[in-house]
């Protein structure tokens, strides 16, 4: 349910506030107020486009606020899949600047105009004398007949396990697709994957000869550089160790005069240890330290095998090597074994196909059973409103689900017979409006009266069935008069039983039934022109709908008359 509408900077409009209640909510307003502009307004939260050229104030941005009542609609999965914080209370919002920029937020989380307006889409359904798109669209004939079927639960499950059909159909066609390929490239496959199972790669390998290499290049510099500084620090006359030593004598002979000379040796006779360590480790390298070209050469050719592989595959790693020799592997086997693994998908496809075709063939008995009391009741509501000689047919045609088994090659014509997203059936409405004329599709034999009466006819009985988002009607009365317009409120009210409606309207019949009513009007003041919004007492609801009745000055008859309509 819309709760509060703000509005800043739009069209006519500086700034507006309007609180919306439950039931059936009535605006109304001379030609040209901006009871349009209003809805106009709306849809920029509903993700319209936007034009800054329609700004009140081209030195500032317009900001669109709604503020919803959410809490019956079972929205929390589209808050989680667009990872939006869920409030009971939600609040859209729209920002446009004045050089065209736009952003949108969901409870203050900025949001895509794609996401604002499929959750609008979801809040708002908004229906004018000239939408007749809707009524004709074969997706929304369908979703008439589900919601009198009643029949969500068995509907989403199918639609589940179609979604889950159609990815493992694609896995199917990719797996034929990887399987084909394969076996077209085996032999290939085959040599490289032999050359590289015989390189007898191993993970950092080449790393390891690379410096085992660089040392027997350099092994004599190595020695002879070890050998000097073993001698330095142990072999030599004045070695560091001699020294040390030396030093370390030094400082014994001073332990009785102060504690901290005791320190110093300790710390000093450790280095020596520390160093003839490390001189031990030097002696130890540098005698096993030779040249050995033999080994040397060996080195040298298994690194030009591997550089050559590198180089014939363009990649730069034995690591890189064997992710490839590992990749080849699982295509040979694709090759060899994918023909079990496709099978066994097409097993499971054929099932899970068995599953879908008996879901779609209960939703089929579930629709034909729905539709007889569809034709009945929209009928019965279209007399009520004066269409009394009108006559609609509801067609269904169901699809043989039956189809060859998975991933076999067939016609166009064959695999395209099958299974959709809602079902196996298409429906389709054919209507009149007068007796003795055609069944038609409702665009071509209705005028735009006939077609707003017939789609109230049929969001009523929706309403009737499932919870519909907050419906805005905006002068869908427009050919309708007298005892007739009478009808059409009556059957607004109705509908504002089970949801929130917004109507904009110049009937005073339809004016009458609204729990609450509000004006629209311009005001001027000095050289500018606002439009403003007022909800309206008892006593001013009075002498609007007498006003609507008689004109701008009404008689004590026109305010008695509309005393009456207001009960």
């Not at 006519?12 to 009871?35: P, W």
């Not at 015989?198 to 993970?203: E, F, G, H, T």
């Not at 009466?453 to 009607?473: D, E, H, V, Y």
Request: a negative charge; hydrophobic letters at 35%.
């Amino acid at each position: 349910m819309l709760q509060k509408l703000s509005i800043s900077n739009y069209a006519l409009i500086d700034n507006l506030e309007i609180t919306f209640g439950k039931g059936l909510n009535i605006l109304t307003g001379e030609t040209g107020a901006g009871k349009s502009i209003i809805l106009g307004a709306l849809s920029l939260i509903l993700g319209q486009r936007a034009e800054s050229r329609y700004f009140f104030n081209q030195q500032k941005k317009c900001v669109i606020e709604g503020l919803f009542s959410i809490g019956n609609f079972e929205l929390k999965p589209f808050f989680e899949d667009n990872d939006l914080d869920y409030e009971a209370e939600t609040v859209l919002r729209r920002e446009i600047s004045a050089d065209g920029k736009s952003r949108a937020f969901v409870n203050d989380t900025p949001v895509n105009l794609n996401a604002l307006k499929s959750l609008g889409e979801k809040l708002i359904d908004i229906h004018s004398q000239h939408a007749t798109l809707e009524i004709n669209d074969p997706e929304f004939q369908l979703l008439v007949v589900d919601a009198v079927a009643k029949h969500d639960g068995l509907l989403n499950d199918y639609r589940a396990k179609f979604r889950s059909y159609k990815k493992s159909t694609s896995k199917l066609k990719q797996l034929i697709e990887e399987s084909d390929k394969a076996k077209a490239e085996l032999d290939y496959y085959q040599f490289q994957f032999d050359e590289l199972e015989k390189s007898n790669l191993a993970d950092g390998e080449q790393e390891q000869l690379e410096q085992e290499f660089n040392e027997l290049s350099h092994a004599e510099e190595i020695k002879r550089n070890l050998l000097g500084a073993y001698y330095l620090m142990h072999e030599g006359e004045t070695s560091a160790i001699i020294q040390l030593r030396e030093a370390g004598h030094q400082l014994s002979v001073l332990e009785h005069f102060n504690p901290q000379f005791a320190e110093l040796y300790q710390r000093l006779n450790s280095a020596i240890i520390e160093l003839k360590d490390v001189a031990n480790e030097v002696e130890i390298i540098e005698q096993r330290t030779h040249t050995n070209e033999a080994r040397a050469e060996e080195i040298n050719v298994r690194l030009s095998l591997i550089y050559n592989l590198q180089k014939k595959h363009r990649l730069n790693s034995t690591a890189e090597l064997l992710e490839l020799q590992n990749e080849l592997s699982g295509k040979i086997q694709q090759a060899v074994f994918g023909d079990e693994t496709i099978e066994k998908l097409r097993i499971q496809l054929d099932a899970d196909r068995t599953e879908l075709e008996k879901l779609a063939a209960e939703l089929s008995a579930n629709r034909k059973n729905a539709i007889p009391g569809i034709e009945t009741e929209v009928l019965k509501t279209l007399e009520v409103m004066g269409m009394g000689n009108s006559s609609l047919k509801i067609e269904m045609e169901s699809g043989s689900p039956k189809s060859p088994p998975a991933g076999r090659q067939v016609r166009k014509s064959e695999s395209e017979s099958s299974l959709g997203a809602n079902g196996i059936d298409e429906v389709k409405f054919l209507f009149t409006a007068n007796k003795g004329h055609a069944l038609a599709e409702m665009s071509k034999v209705a005028s735009g009266g006939e077609l707003s009466r017939l789609m109230l006819s049929i969001k009523s009985l929706i309403a009737q069935n499932t919870a519909l988002p907050t419906i805005i009607f905006d002068e869908i009365d427009t050919g309708v008069s007298g005892e007739v317009a009478n009808k059409v409120g009556q059957i607004m009210e109705r509908l504002a039983d089970n949801l929130q409606v917004i109507t904009i309207t110049h009937l005073p019949q339809i004016a009458s039934k609204g729990q609450n009513h509000y004006f629209v009007y311009k005001d001027e003041e000095g050289a500018t022109t606002y439009t403003r919004i007022k909800q309206l007492d008892k006593q001013e609801r009075v002498l609007e709908i007498a006003k609507m009745l008689s004109g701008d000055k009404p008689g004590e008859s026109a305010l008695q008359n509309a005393r009456e309509l207001l009960g």
